[in-house]
């Protein structure tokens, strides 16, 4: 049987402009993640394509997947928030989803037992 995690865990997702996701990773890692993986995407706001009042947006968004136990997650939501001033307009946004299981993370689990 594949092992499975059972202890509650929370995946973090951030979606930060693209640049952003190497220095939400290192924060997160610092905080006590074991990682994250970086993936590519595209903002649809209206305003991204272009230019609005004299400003260039880039449309272009780093998404970043960050699974951590459940009793670190809100802290390290606040972290990221701090870090990519997201509560700041149009600087990104973070939200957690909680996972009830997950596999192909061994070293999660070896470190739990």
Do not use: W
């Amino acid at each position: 049987m594949t092992d499975c995690i059972s202890k509650p865990h929370k995946l973090l997702i951030t979606i930060v402009d693209k640049g952003m996701g190497s220095e939400i990773v290192e924060k997160t890692k610092k905080a006590g993640c074991q990682g994250g993986t970086i993936i590519p995407g595209i903002g649809t706001r209206l305003e991204s394509a272009g230019s609005f009042f004299g400003f260039t947006f880039d449309p272009e968004k780093d998404i970043v997947f960050s699974l951590m136990e459940s009793d670190l997650a809100y802290e390290m939501l606040h972290k990221v928030s701090e870090e990519a001033n997201l509560d700041k307009p149009g600087r990104g946004v973070a939200f957690l989803l909680d996972i009830s299981t997950a596999t192909g993370i061994a070293h999660l689990i070896n470190q739990m037992q």
